[in-house]
């Protein structure tokens, strides 16, 4: 008797391989001068893609979908977001 | 800096208010924490077989059952005496006020102590905008369409955190995406709860509420400042916190944002209805005291 196994426990965070990135078309532009380190647009993004690197809030661009989010929340205004040429 | 228990790489859609709610409630709760899920857009965004945005151990089994698949992973940590272990469900809206209901009265009856959350996108998102229980008052979706007929969704939202703190639940809340700070709390103070507890986070749909880009937070906290959404907190029946609003705004505000309420700014009759719902959220007001 042949036993059909599927593999239904995966490994955790494995999503990360799927790049979300493909899918921006707008890119978000992080302005360090004006930033003050508030971190909400760490908080607030939903990919979890912004992450703090040497003191300055960098977001990942393999996964960031462009929806603009960390740029409308940010309270210095210093996220814009411009049309991403690939 | 540490990773999120929530990997990127998900599915959800480009601006959805619904992965910053399961971030916020997994940072809070921690890394030692197993998570129930019913059927929903969380369920299909985060598991694309095989595939899983989740750093936690995560179940899912059915649409109505996610409450009872928790009390028995509880009742198996209590038996091994793993009680440091959080259990949490986290589900949509459709889920906990509709189809999982029935499950969601009984995990609270037998006081498991589960942390249920629910993600309230306010319809059924996942499968194209169906109107839920939460859905509220004249809000258009695909089975509350409008037109000569109709002004949408012709029942109030049902109130779910009052149907819990009925349950005797010990501890209730409501929550926002638009306060991340709150939200952790709360899910801090569900946990170190002694029984069930219930926390509903509004998280707003970019496209079933459809509104613009990048809006999703904004949506939420206005839905706040409106008073629509009153950030609300029982322990043990007794109403202890209540998020104040600084400046009310008016209803307009929000509702004017939004495609699923562009009827009501034009369609006869709209103006009654938007007195309407302004009535209801001067009633929340008075009735939690959210102005000073």
């Known amino acids: ?46 990919e ?13 661009l393999d996964y960031c979908k462009g929806c603009s989010l960390c740029a409308h929340e940010c309270p210095r205004g210093a996220i814009t977001m411009i049309l991403e040429e690939k | ?31 030692n924490t197993i998570v129930a899920s019913p059927t929903g857009c969380l369920e299909v965004t985060s598991t694309p077989f095989p595939e899983s945005s989740w750093r936690v151990p995560w179940i899912h089994s059915l649409f109505e059952n996610a409450a009872a698949v928790a009390s028995g992973v509880e009742v198996a940590l209590k038996r091994f005496k793993r009680t440091d272990t959080n259990v949490l469900v986290i589900g949509g809206d459709g889920s906990t006020f509709d189809i999982g209901f ?72 409501t929550a926002s995406i638009a306060y ?17 507890a219930y926390i509903q986070v509004n998280a707003p749909c970019i496209t079933g509420w459809s509104f613009g880009e990048g809006d999703a937070i904004e949506q939420s ?3 706040v400042e409106t008073c629509l959404l009153p950030l609300i907190e029982y ?39 938007l007195a309407k719902i302004q009535a209801m959220a001067d009633a929340n007001a008075a009735k939690f005291g959210l102005l000073d």
């Open chain 1, 1 to 46: 008797m042949t036993r059909c196994q599927v593999r239904m426990v995966v490994e955790p965070g494995s999503t990360e391989i799927t790049k979300t990135g493909a899918w921006r078309t707008f890119v978000p532009i992080f302005d360090h001068d004006k930033c003050i380190k508030c971190s909400l647009c760490e908080i607030y993004c939903p």
């Open chain 2, 221 to 223: 906290r206005l839905a």
């Open chain 2, 1 to 31: 800096m540490e990773d999120s228990l929530f990997a990127p790489g998900h599915r959800a859609c480009a601006g959805c208010g619904m992965p910053t709610a399961i971030k916020l409630v997994l940072d809070a709760a921690g890394p």
């Open chain 2, 102 to 173: 029935g499950a969601i009265s009984g995990m609270f009856d037998r006081g498991h102590r589960i942390t249920y959350v629910c993600y309230d996108n306010e319809a059924y998102m996942n499968t194209g905008v169906q109107r839920s229980a939460s859905t509220p008052f004249c809000a258009k979706t695909t089975t509350t369409p409008t037109g000569k007929m109709s002004l949408g969704n012709p029942r109030p939202k049902k109130d779910m955190a009052a149907i819990a703190v009925a349950h005797g639940v010990p501890y209730v809340a």
């Open chain 2, 235 to 273: 322990v043990d029946g007794v109403l202890v916190g209540v998020k104040k609003v600084r400046r009310k705004r008016p209803v307009e505000d929000y509702l004017k944002t939004q495609g699923r309420y562009k009827h009501l700014f034009k369609a006869e009759g709209g103006a009654e209805v």
């Open chain 2, 180 to 196: 991340p700070v709150d939200l952790r709390r709360k899910v801090k103070m569900s946990l170190s709860a002694d029984g069930p």
């Open chain 1, 48 to 60: 979890s893609c912004i992450h703090q690197i040497e003191g300055n809030f960098v977001p990942d």
